[in-house]
Every structure is written in C-alpha cells, then in structure tokens.
C-alpha cells in the first residue's frame, strides 16, 4: 500500500544533540502505525533482555503474565515505579553512492511505568500496571532540488514532526488452584493520541511575481481500545533450593480502529483552514503468543522468552497521506528472542553490601514490525543492570539498567520512484531506573504492639 511520507529513505536533517522530556523516544522509524513498540517489564526485566513470562517471585510485581499475580502473599502489598531517559543516534547516506552520511542525534527522558499487586483472598491477587505500549517522535526536514521549482519559486523545505504515545493500562486477576499452577486473565486497555505534522516553506522566493503560500498537514489520531490477555505459570520443580519455572500468555488481537483527524491550513499572512476530515483507520493490534522458561536458586536466575505477533495477519497495510514521496508500508508477523541471567551472589551477607547486589545482563533479538518497499528491518539489543537492595533481609530496591540497541535493515538502500535512497541506521542507548518496594512489609492487617 502506497504510504505518501518516506523520513527513513528521505536526506534527513536536524538539530543534533536535542533534548526533550515530552517524548520517549526519537526514531524516523516510529513514523508509521503506532510507531515504536516499547519493551514490556520493569527495570529489572528489561536488564535481563526483558524475559519474564515464567518468572516466579513472591516479593516483585510481574506485569508480563497475568498468572503470576496469584503468587503475591497474603497482607502484602506490592509496588513499582520507573523513569527511561534515551539517547538515540540515526544515520543514513545522503544519497546513492555517496560516501558521507548524515549523522543525527537526540536525548529523551520520561516516566515508564507503574504497577502493583495485591492479595484478593487465599491464593487471588490482583494486578494493575500502567505501561508505554508505542512512541512516536521525530522532527526533521528536506529540501526540493528540482531545478524548475529552484528556477521559478526558490527553494522549498518540507518539514516532517511526529509526537504521541498509546499507554497500556492492565488490571487483572491470578489465581493458584494448585501450588505449582496458577492461571490469570486480564483486561488491556489502550489510550492515547499521535500527532503527526508536515510542512512546505518557501525559503527564498527569488521571483517577485505571484505570491506563495506556506502549506501545514496535521494528522491527529487517537486510541481508546480494550482487549483481553490470559496466562498460565507451571512450576515444574518447587522446593526451598531451585525453582523451574514454564510461563505462556496469549493476547486476542482485534481492531484498534483509531479516529484521525486530518487538517490542512494554508498561511498567506492570515492562517485559514482548508480541510477539516474525521474518519476510522482500519489497524488491528496483533495477536501475541508468548512462552517462557525461569530457574532461579538462592544466588542465580535465567530466564528464556519467545515472543509471537501476528501483525502481518492482523493488517494488510496501513496508509498515510501527509505529503512527500511514495513508500510501500507493510505490516509483518514478528518473532523475538529474549535471554536473561542475574546474579546475587551472597543474598544475606551482612557485613557486604556489594555480596547482596544483584548483577544482570541480557539480551534480545527480533523483527521490526513492518517492511518498507520489502525490506525488513532487525533489532536487537543488549542489557545489563543492578538491583540495590533497599533493606538487609529485603526484597525491596532501586534497579539501574541500561540497554544498547541495534535497528539495522536489511538493505542499506532501496528504490523508491526509480531512485536509489539510503535506508536508516538506528543506535541508542536506554539508562532506566526503577524503584521496587515494599515486598517484605506486612500490611492489611492490625498490629497487637507498636
């Protein structure tokens, strides 16, 4: 499907080094759909590559599988909260054959997360969590070089700015039958608005006959959707030495339908608006398939996810009309590898603090979500963190990660309108901090002494 805005395959430009808290992320991949899907889990997952899907723990908040808010115990309470902050690095040819490249950098930092659970009754918790599902955000421009439009007008720059996000909320319930089977559903609900923006400015009119109007495009789309997720946890070795762990959730996909307002202003001294349209895209969200093995001693844990989304399925195409070039934009199924391992390596030493410091790496490898012109696009990254116990005897901690990131194409250029453009090479960096509390308190009941 013919999509009229091509930022990763255009020359880009912009200001390097930027900053901005409004936005989490900076990527001319978030351009299209939902933009850039964010990484589920809490600091200390995403530290481990983002596994989690089978991890048992009676002391942390697990917002990967609904299944494990049964294992939170009875008169406690337990809480997360998470902030990101971003640096991210694009560069791409400026043009077919050259040997330089435009380089572009930018800095983001915002809130992540927050989440809890808490006990319903004898083996029920419940779980809630607040969580980035997508980003979007760029800002950049290119310039006509047609020679008849230099000749007769002057120069002319469009200008392509994205900003927005979908939040996921999630409140679900878990439930443990047996002591080494839970099950649990919950209900997802995703909100939040896209603002995508284009602009043509003539730079310097060289002819004095006439005048030239300055020409803004605004697509305004928002999300407001429910749909359900389900998941189980099987412990198939549970004693006071080791625990192994088998994990899977399954998400039903299902229309997103989000409304877009579309608005065209044209500027000649005075801003009117030319075009004023509301209409329903027709994007679905995937269905997920996610399956997961954890084992975990007093001193190790590792984990293994894999990660299914049937986009390709769900969407045949999704089109975009905010000015520029052509690009074929398909959605396509997904596969990720997540791996983890932490390392704690003496939990109740008194005397060191450093022995009771959890030290975590990991990685992950998989699919961006769309092609461009065919061309697929891999990322993959690697992670490492700290967990900082709070308490001696604790589970509660503050969780340092950081996170290295690779979004590479498989082409380093393509041809679009019988010309050959650079595709877009994404690093970034992700440093995340997390607070996980109150794990080993006591709270709903009454204390008989002070």
Excluded at 130 to 153: C, E, K
Excluded at 183 to 209: D, K, P, Q
Excluded at 223 to 230: G, T
Excluded at 327 to 335: I, K, L, P
Aim: glycine share 10%.
């Amino acid at each position: 499907m013919a999509v009229l805005v091509a930022l990763m395959v255009l020359p880009m430009a912009a200001m390097a080094q930027n900053f901005s808290s409004s936005v989490n992320t900076y990527s001319p991949y978030s351009m299209y759909g939902l933009g850039e899907l964010a990484t589920p889990g809490d600091a200390a997952m995403r530290s481990m590559g983002g596994v989690g899907v089978a991890m048992f723990s009676m002391g942390r908040v697990n917002t990967l599988n609904p299944a494990a808010y049964a294992n939170t115990p009875r008169k406690s309470f337990l809480f997360h909260f998470g902030v990101d902050a971003g640096h991210y690095q694009n560069e791409q040819a400026k043009y077919a054959g050259a040997t330089s490249t435009i380089k572009t950098a930018y800095n983001t930092v915002n809130f992540h997360d927050i989440s809890f659970q808490m006990p319903l009754a004898k083996n029920v918790g419940l779980g809630f969590s607040l969580t980035p599902y997508s980003n979007v955000g760029y800002n950049m421009y290119r310039d006509d070089v047609d020679s008849d439009i230099a000749g007769t007008v002057g120069r002319i720059r469009y200008r392509y700015r994205g900003e927005g996000d979908v939040t996921e909320v999630k409140l679900g319930v878990g439930w443990r039958p047996t002591t080494k089977f839970s099950l649990g559903v919950a209900a997802l609900y995703y909100w939040g608005t896209i603002e995508r923006s284009y602009a043509s400015t003539v730079m310097n009119i060289i002819t004095g006959s006439g005048a030239y109007s300055n020409t803004t495009g605004i697509d305004e789309y928002s999300v407001s959707r429910v749909k359900m997720q389900a998941g189980m946890q099987w412990h198939a070795i549970m004693n006071s030495k080791r625990i192994l762990s088998f994990g899977a959730t399954y998400d039903l996909g299902g229309e997103l339908a989000p409304g877009m307002k579309r608005y065209v202003y044209v500027d000649n001294f005075l801003t009117s608006v030319v075009r004023d349209e509301s209409e329903k895209t027709e994007l679905k969200l995937p269905q997920q398939i996610a399956i997961g093995a954890f084992y975990q001693t007093n001193t190790v844990r590792l984990g293994l996810d894999y990660v299914y989304q049937d986009w390709g399925g769900q969407n045949s195409g999704y089109e975009e009309n905010i000015g520029g070039k052509g690009v074929t934009v398909a959605y396509t199924d997904t596969h990720t590898l997540k791996a983890g391992f932490e390392i704690t390596p003496r939990p109740t030493d008194v005397r060191h603090y450093l022995s009771r410091v959890s030290y975590r790496v990991g990685a992950r490898y998989g699919d961006y979500y769309q092609t461009f012109e065919g061309c697929k696009v891999k990322q993959y990254a690697i992670t490492a963190g700290l967990g900082l116990p709070v308490r001696l005897f604790g589970t509660s901690s503050i969780d340092l990660g950081f996170e290295y990131g690779v979004r590479k194409p498989e082409n380093s250029t393509i041809v679009l309108e019988e010309q050959v453009v650079g595709m877009v090479k994404q690093h970034y960096f992700k440093f995340s901090l997390g607070l996980a509390l109150f794990g080993e308190d006591r709270w709903f009941q009454r204390y008989k002494f002070d």
